[in-house]
């Protein structure tokens, strides 16, 4: 006699992170605390984290912008998900967006800083290996402009606010 043992592996972690630029082509990057209890800590990342539940990673990168920076872009794009290897295991799940506004002005909830960045500095900030991947991937689908970008695939999937 057999009996069904099939097992199934629980679905993967997910988070969100935010790629957003502004009409400079530069980005904004999130300086995390330096506490050794968080993950990368003292590192220049992207705004984002962890969805929670169920919650789509569309869900996700909108609560957690609101939360983190008190933010509200609307024409957040999904680009691209990317497997975190190096640290969470988790998958996480690119956006991009435009905001003009003085990140210096923004009441950040986590974190030391917000500030902005032309793309051909972040080479020599501490970012983590996922997020600078990621970062790499979405520039180099960019249009070649003022920041030294260049065209190399084609554009993202538009998010319906509604999702």
Known sequence: MHSNTSFQMPPAARGSVAIIANH???LLLHLRDDLPTIAWPGHWSLLGGSAEGNESAAAAIVRELQEEAALTLDDLT???TLHDPHNSGKLITFFAGTWDGDETRLPLAEGAKLQFFPPC???SLMIPPLIR???H???SSQPAGPTD???TESGPTHLNRAQ
């Open 133 to 135: 991947d990621g970062i």
């Open 149 to 151: 970008r260049q065209d």
């Open 121 to 123: 500095h972040l080479d």
């Open 24 to 26: 400079r082509g530069e």
């Open 78 to 80: 999904e680009l691209f």
């Open 137 to 139: 991937r979405y520039l």
